[in-house]
C-alpha cells in the first residue's frame, strides 16, 4: 500500500475516481432463486423497501419478500428481488431483476435480465438471540469517551459528543445519538437493543482503522418494559398506520429504528419485527435487514467498503481548460489515518462524504459551493486548519491542465 500510495499525485487522484466504476455483483439463477443467506443485499426486507427520490446504490443488491418502490431519479448499482416492483422515471437500474409483477414507467431502465415469476419467500430473515439489559445510564458529552462491553441500560451520545466503543458485546435498552455525535468501533461489536435506537441529524458511526463497517453488528428489537413517555412517542405512532398502531401495542411489531438527515452509518443493522427510516442526504455502508425499510432522498447505500456517489453534471465547471465539480473536493489522508477523520473534515467544513478508497486514504467530499471561488475557499480553510493526518485537498478535476 506505501508503495502505491507514493506514487499517488494530486493530479491524478481524481482519475482514480473516474475510472473505479462500481459495478453491480450480476447474478443469474437456476429454476429456484431462493437464497440461503443475505450476504449480497445491501437491503432486504420481509415486507417492503421505499427509496424517495435520488437514492444511489453503489453496490449491493436489494430484495424484499413483498415489496420494493424505487422512486424517481435513482441510480441502482445492483439487482433487485421482490413479489412486487415498482420503479418511476429517470430511474436506472444496472442490474437484475426478479419479479411476480412489475410497474416500470417508459422513462425508467432496467439494464439487466428480467425474471418472472420468482418463488417466495427470497429470503428469510435470521432470529436475533435472547439477551438482557443492565441496570446503569450513561449520558456521554465531549470528545473523550470510551465504553467497554457489557450490560447497560440506556445510553445517550449528546449533542456534539463522541465515544469510542473498545469492541464485543453490548446489551442495551436504548442507545440515543443526538445532533451531530459520533460512535466509533475500534474494534468488532456487537450491539443488542432492545426497546430504543435514535440518531438524530448528522450522526456518524464509524468504524477505526482497519475495521470494517459491518464489523458492527446491531441486533435491534423494538420492544421492551416502557418506563415512561419517550419524547417522540408522537412521531413513532405518525408512522405507523392502524394496524401496525395495534401490532404494535400487541407487541407483535417493534419501535421503529430512525436516523436523521445527512447520517454516516457503517453497521450491519438487523430488525427482525421493526422498521428501519434512515433520513435524506445520508450515507449507508454495510446492510440494513428489516421488516420494513425506508430511505430518505439523495442518500448513497453501498454493500462494499468502496464507494462513491456520482457527481451531479449540471455542477461541472471549468477554470483555465481545467474541468471541475463546483462542489466536490478530494482529500488524500496519512496511511494511519481512517473514514472518521476524511468525517472528520467533512463536518468542519458542512459537507459529507460522497466516496472512499480506504485503502489508499483517498476520499471525495461533497460540499455546499456553486463556484470556483466558492471552492477554493473551502480549500483554503482545510489547509488553514492544518489537520495533521491530511496530505492533500484538492478540486474534484476531471482533466488535467495541458
Known amino acids: 500500500m506505501e508503495r502505491i500510495r507514493g506514487k499517488v499525485k ?30 449480497n443485499f445491501v437491503l432486504f426486507a420481509q415486507e ?15 430484495g424484499s419478500n413483498k415489496n420494493l418502490n424505487i422512486e424517481k431519479d435513482s441510480i441502482i448499482n445492483g439487482n433487485l428481488f421482490a413479489k412486487e416492483i415498482s420503479i418511476d422515471k429517470n430511474t436506472i437500474i444496472n442490474g437484475n431483476a426478479s419479479f411476480n409483477k412489475l410497474k416500470l414507467h417508459k422513462d425508467a431502465q432496467i439494464l439487466g435480465t428480467q425474471t418472472k415469476p420468482v418463488q417466495l419467500p427470497i429470503a428469510n430473515l435470521p432470529e436475533i438471540p435472547d439477551f438482557q439489559v ?51 468501533f475500534n474494534a468488532p461489536a456487537i450491539l443488542n437493543i432492545q426497546f430504543k435506537l435514535r440518531g438524530h441529524d448528522k450522526i456518524s458511526i464509524l468504524p477505526g482503522l482497519n475495521i470494517k463497517p459491518d464489523d458492527l453488528k446491531i441486533n435491534y428489537l423494538g ?66 435487514l428489516a421488516r420494513k425499510i425506508r430511505i430518505g432522498k439523495d442518500s448513497i447505500l453501498s454493500r462494499e467498503e468502496i464507494f462513491e456517489k456520482e457527481s451531479d453534471p449540471t455542477k461541472l465547471i471549468a477554470v483555465d481548460g481545467v474541468e471541475f465539480m463546483a462542489n466536490e473536493i478530494i482529500l488524500l489522508l496519512t496511511s494511519a489515518s481512517d473514514i472518521s477523520e476524511a468525517a472528520e473534515v467533512a463536518k468542519f467544513v458542512g459537507g459529507s462524504v460522497t466516496g472512499s478508497v480506504s485503502s489508499i486514504g483517498l476520499y471525495k467530499i461533497e460540499v ?34 495541458r
Open 223 to 288: 420492544m421492551g418494559p416502557k418506563t415512561g413517555r419517550e419524547d417522540d412517542d408522537d412521531e413513532i405512532n405518525s408512522l405507523h398506520d392502524d394496524k401496525e398502531k395495534k401490532d404494535h401495542k400487541a407487541r407483535k411489531i417493534g419501535r421503529p429504528a430512525l436516523f436523521g438527515k445527512n447520517s454516516f452509518l457503517n453497521f450491519k443493522l438487523l430488525a427482525l419485527k421493526a422498521s428501519v427510516h434512515i433520513g435524506k442526504e445520508s450515507t449507508l455502508r454495510g446492510q440494513v
Open 10 to 39: 494530486k493530479h491524478h487522484i481524481i482519475s482514480m475516481f473516474a475510472v473505479s466504476g462500481l459495478a453491480a455483483a450480476m447474478f443469474s439463477f437456476n429454476s429456484q432463486p431462493i437464497f440461503d443467506n443475505t450476504d
Open 134 to 184: 443492565g441496570t446503569q445510564d450513561f449520558k456521554f458529552e465531549g470528545q473523550d469517551n470510551t465504553l467497554a462491553a457489557g450490560s447497560y441500560r440506556n445510553i445517550t451520545l449528546e449533542k456534539n459528543s463522541r465515544l469510542i466503543l473498545e469492541g464485543g458485546i453490548y446489551n442495551l435498552r436504548k442507545l440515543e445519538l443526538k445532533d451531530n455525535s459520533t460512535l466509533i
Open 48 to 62: 417492503e423497501i421505499k427509496l424517495e427520490q435520488g437514492v444511489q446504490v453503489s453496490s449491493g443488491d436489494l
Open 368 to 401: 455546499n459551493t456553486n463556484t470556483a471561488t466558492e471552492l477554493q475557499d473551502v480549500i483554503g480553510s482545510i489547509e488553514s486548519a492544518s489537520f495533521s493526518f491530511v496530505l492533500s485537498v484538492s478540486e474534484n478535476a476531471l482533466m488535467a491542465p
